[in-house]
């Protein structure tokens, strides 16, 4: 009887923290069971285990850096030795381009196999914090990685994209948006974006109603500017219920809502499909908390003229829509390429591991002797 080992993935969201248990299969990782728990703002003053139903053991978890570095290779057939090798001729550009003590790692998907090569690095200090949050909640982190990276990993249970077009993955929380395009192998390109807050109400300039195309389409991909125009809208924020500006008419807030990120998703894929060159994105998938608005995919799928759909249609017996990172994270396609944690973590950690392999093995030894020694 075969073993198959088990992966516990986490993601700490919105006060939330969202579970995935995985199992690794000969067609590579599946989904065995999920589920939420109340992260807790502070671990010290909460009772014993504020994720005291989080199941134990050791962890893979996600790393929301804003000066994170993700770039991608697209190599030929090549051992993954020699994916090491440029991996390591490339380390010294990718960590110069942080400005202080930076973790690097690098992830190739199969050995021999023609194939991308993901290269990250982010820094030190954050990757310390994001361990010491999950070891504070009793939870050793075996895998910290980039969390567009895990997004990107969704692609491995969605349908294929039609006519081998590039997929959008839409991942709303209540303060950030997070594009991650992807082709059939996972992540080829990513932005976050800030979103406004639902209970704030959007008017326009002099109080009126708000452009409905504040970024026309200049008819040119190569002055697209990925960073938002700060005037074009703004927000009031307001205790009572809203009414129309004498201006013009009201809009209503999921409408505007809508309008800017559809807004953010055509500038995305203009600077993908123009300035990038990659390829035609052909449709779009949306996750995370802010998803379970009903209302956003059918807004979206309107504006951009393409499907949208939340992610867990894709998913049989879908854990929350919300847990999109575990579950990209519990469909890793490798122990341990692509992890920020510190080296000398790592080391720490692969050698308490060896320690309590011996220890067992010396048990079962000790076992074994003294069966054998009350049979003679």
């Not at 790692?105 to 199969?110: M, Q, V």
């Not at 820094?123 to 999950?134: D, G, L, R």
């Not at 929380?173 to 800030?194: H, K, L, M, Q």
């Not at 894709?314 to 920020?340: F, H, K, M, R, Y």
Request: net charge negative; with cysteine; hydrophobic share 40%.
């Amino acid at each position: 009887m075969i073993r198959r080992r088990t992966h516990l993935s986490v993601d700490s969201c919105d006060g939330v923290i969202y579970w995935v248990r995985s199992k690794e299969g000969a067609r590579g990782p599946f989904l065995v069971d999920w589920g939420q728990v109340p992260s807790g703002t502070d671990p010290a003053a909460q009772p014993a285990h504020p994720a005291s139903s989080l199941p134990a053991g050791s962890v893979r978890a996600a790393l929301d850096s804003p000066t994170l570095v993700l770039q991608r290779e697209n190599l030929p057939a090549m051992k993954t030795a020699e994916a090491a090798l440029i991996a390591g001729r490339r380390t010294p550009d990718i960590i110069d381009s942080i400005d202080e003590e930076a973790c690097f790692t690098w992830l190739h998907l199969e050995s021999g196999q023609a194939g991308p090569l993901w290269l990250c690095a982010a820094p030190t200090a954050e990757s310390h914090e994001a361990s010491e949050f999950w070891s504070s909640r009793g939870n050793d982190v075996a895998l910290l990685a980039s969390r567009q990276l895990a997004l990107g990993n969704l692609v491995r249970i969605l349908p294929d994209a039609p006519e081998s077009g590039l997929t959008a993955i839409l991942n709303l929380d209540a303060n950030i948006g997070t594009c991650v395009i992807c082709d059939g192998d996972g992540w080829v390109f990513g932005r976050e974006f800030p979103l406004y807050d639902m209970s704030e109400e959007v008017v326009g300039p002099e109080g009126g109603p708000p452009d409905p195309d504040p970024y026309p389409d200049s008819g040119s991909d190569s002055d697209i500017d990925l960073d938002p125009d700060p005037d074009a809208l703004e927000l009031v924020e307001t205790s009572a219920q809203p009414t129309a500006p004498e201006a013009g008419p009201a809009f209503g807030m999921l409408d505007i809502w809508a309008m800017r990120l559809a807004t953010e998703m055509r500038r995305t894929f203009r600077y993908v499909e123009g300035e990038l060159a990659l390829g035609t994105v052909t449709r779009l998938w949306v996750s995370g908390s802010s998803s379970r608005i009903s209302e956003i995919c059918p807004l979206l799928s309107s504006r951009l003229e393409m499907p949208s759909t939340p992610v867990g249609d894709a998913i049989p017996d879908s854990p929350n829509n919300a847990a999109a990172v575990a579950i990209g994270l519990a469909l890793w396609p490798n122990e341990t390429g692509g992890n920020l944690l510190p080296r000398s973590m790592i080391e720490a950690r692969t050698r308490t591991i060896a320690r309590r392999q011996l220890l067992s093995s010396l048990g079962s030894v000790s076992a074994i002797l003294v069966l054998a020694a009350v049979a003679m």
